[in-house]
């Protein structure tokens, strides 16, 4: 019991927290972008599977690591092209067109990774470099913070510097000002001259970007190797914290932390033995994030136009 | 027609597509051969327990069999798939896993011509007795492997703790975890099993965290049953630069310097031996095969052969001896035995 306690113990649990808060938080980043404008991008899961996918196989074929992530990011925009048109273009239902969209990449995914590399026990490997974490000298000596904050990836720092970026121009600039009044009210914005078509565009493919980068993560940064459905659901889940971070990326960044740390824990406290019911372990990331949410949850902050379709008047 | 109208097909077309994408048949003119079909719980690519049953259907394939498969059936599509193939006209309808169990009981007594087969044990509450004619389930004594894989673990950890990674939680894979820890308690009472059920075969980074939490913990070996999951478990292993003890297939390749053995099933053979069960007319009931009838084995050394001490190897030997005689019996615990507070 006394190891819970120890520092070790503390620092490894928060660095994991941080890692698995990774795919998640830079996804959910994104769909604030698209929710913002009133989309409701539930194909949030399928962009990632495909930012995996593509990472993966660019990396496997060219071993550079810029060139993967570029390919990366550019499929999970290309997948939210796909959602735009329908949606946006030709007016389908986001939820529908989200969800088939997914079961769409799904497939996708695993039949072109089986056509390139087959069914083996001994599943290829992208070993490119920059994977893993890198210890910053130094600076990861300081004892406590160092080991959480300065041998992590360099997309944690990337993510930070988009967090800090996305609260700044959804806030502060007038292109966010846009985004926002799309969301809220897009005839409004639309009689006020702002191209509710382009805002929508372009937030879409804001959150395509972050959500296949989200997916690299998982593929090319950790794991060096794709498998079938490697997201497995955290486009769900960054959906739920983009609602728990009442879509403003700063508290997005705590939600995701907190799901993190929390599954982190869950697994440190199985592995020790704690003599709890592990089915409740393996809840609990889940459970404690119903339970935060609720309490506080406050006056709904949702776009008011979320999911909505809007068609302008053709005179 | 209007724009909607046009996505809406479209849509549907995309849907249908991405369904079939994992379901393929091969079809075959001799219509008297058996005709059998393959549902698999996961991906094909999980280099384990998935693969392994695909190698053996395709083997099948070779001989001369109709064979068809769809993979990753949701446990909520079982019932459907198994309907759907029944009334296709295929003589032999494999469920692979656990969770194939309770939808076969329903479906089989409905297709009397159709054989099903569950490579599970039987749901909670079934009796033999109470096992359609035409469905047959297989209790595999897996836990024997895993005992086996756990003395290798117990006489090689130098810091007396053990990582051990499973999968879903269902009877078997609780079942190896306990035997694991019932031969590491038996070799080496002073070794600690750090055992996590990460509840799910499909999540590589969630293994591979599990795994990390392991070795942050002083785990010097990582044991893996969880199919995909334990390939991220691997991976983790592989960076920390300690021993892997792996499953389902001869996992060696992964990391030929670190794969101890693996502990492994023979999903190819059993598959097959059911076609042969069907032809003798044996077929049906439930079926315990284990490491005495060769079904359930470790994977040899390799590599590091000579890193694992011949005294080590010499119980390995005697255990499987003492299996094959009876004189050993692992026993069988579905339950967690490794959560008691250091």
């Known amino acids: 019991m006394s190891v819970i306690f120890s520092e070790v113990f503390l620092v490894t649990l928060l660095a994991a927290g941080v890692r698995m808060a990774m795919p998640i938080l830079l996804a959910a980043t994104g769909e604030v972008f698209a929710e913002r404008s009133g989309m409701l991008n539930i194909n949030l899961e399928g962009q990632m599977l495909m930012g995996a996918f593509v990472s993966f196989v660019v990396g496997y074929y060219t071993h550079s690591m810029v060139l993967a992530l570029a390919a990366g990011i550019l499929a999970g925009v290309l997948t ?121 565009y372009i937030s879409m493919a804001i959150c395509g970007a972050l959500a296949g980068l989200g997916g690299t993560f998982l593929s090319i940064i950790s794991l060096n190797r794709f498998v079938d459905n490697i997201t497995a659901s955290r486009g769900f889940i960054a959906l739920a914290i983009v609602i728990f971070g009442k879509w403003n990326p700063w508290l997005v960044l705590c939600g995701s932390l907190f799901f993190g740390i929390v599954d982190a824990l869950q697994l440190r406290l199985q592995a020790i033995g704690l003599n709890v019911p592990y089915h409740l372990m393996l809840m609990l990331p889940y459970a404690l994030t119903i339970v935060v949410m609720v309490f506080t949850a406050g006056k709904s902050e949702s776009p008011a136009a979320l999911g909505q379709d809007y068609e302008r008047e053709v005179l | 027609m209007n724009i909607r109208k046009l996505i809406t097909i479209l849509l549907a077309v995309l849907l249908t597509l991405s369904l079939t994408v994992g379901s393929a048949g091969a079809t075959d003119t001799s219509a008297a051969k058996t005709k059998v079909a393959l549902l698999l719980p996961g991906s094909l690519n999980d280099g384990g327990w998935n693969a392994n049953a695909y190698a053996g259907l395709m083997a099948l394939k070779d001989k001369g069999y109709e064979v068809a498969f769809t993979e990753s059936v949701a446990i909520s599509a079982i019932e459907e798939a198994f309907n759907n193939y029944a009334s296709q006209g295929y003589n032999l309808i494999v469920g692979h896993g656990f969770e194939f169990g309770e939808p076969a009981m329903r479906v089989a ?62 009877p078997s894979q609780l079942s190896n975890l306990a035997a694991f820890v019932t031969a590491v308690n038996t070799y080496n009472p002073d070794a600690k099993v750090y055992g996590i059920v990460t509840g799910t075969f499909e999540d590589p980074a969630k293994g591979q965290e599990a795994a990390k939490a392991q070795i942050e913990l002083g785990a010097d070996i990582i044991v893996q049953s969880a199919d995909s999951t334990g390939m991220g478990a691997i991976e983790a292993a592989i960076a920390a630069n300690v021993y892997i003890i792996g499953y389902g297939a001869d996992q060696n390749e992964l990391a030929p310097d670190l794969v101890l053995t693996s502990f492994i ?3 190819a053979e059993v598959i ?58 692992v026993p069988a615990i579905y339950e967690r035995i490794d959560q008691i507070l250091p």
């Open chain 1, 80 to 200: 939210a092209m796909l959602m735009s048109l329908a949606c946006i273009t030709w007016h389908a239902q986001h939820t529908v067109v989200g969800i088939t969209l997914n079961m769409f990449v799904l497939g996708f995914t695993s039949f072109w990774y089986r056509v390139a590399f087959g069914i083996t026990t001994s599943p290829p490997k992208a070993d490119l470099a920059g994977s893993g974490t890198q210890a910053i000298p130094l600076l990861s000596k300081i004892p406590l913070l160092g080991p959480v904050l300065f041998n992590q990836s360099f997309l944690f720092y990337a993510a930070l510097i988009i967090v800090a970026v996305s609260y700044f121009v959804i806030f502060k600039t007038r292109f966010g000002l846009k985004i926002r009044a799309v969301g809220e009210y897009p005839r409004a914005a639309e009689t006020m001259g702002v191209n509710q078509i382009k805002i929508r």
């Open chain 2, 109 to 170: 007594p409905q297709y009397p011509d159709v054989k099903f087969f569950v490579s599970g044990k039987m749901p909670d509450g079934v009796s033999v007795e109470e096992i359609p004619s035409n469905l047959g389930f297989m209790d595999m004594k897996e836990y024997e492997a895993a005992y086996l894989a756990g003395i290798v673990a117990a006489g090689i950890t130098k810091t007396n703790k053990i990582g051990y990674v499973a999968g879903m939680e269902i």
């Open chain 2, 265 to 267: 099933t023979k999903n």
């Open chain 2, 272 to 329: 097959q031996m059911q076609v042969e069960r069907i032809e003798n007319g044996t077929f049906g009931g439930l079926w315990s095969p284990g490491v005495a009838e060769g079904i359930c084995y470790l994977a040899p050394y390799h590599n590091l052969d000579s890193v694992i001490p011949e005294a080590v190897k010499a119980n390995v030997e005697k255990a499987k001896a003492d299996i094959l005689s009876g004189a050993l019996v």
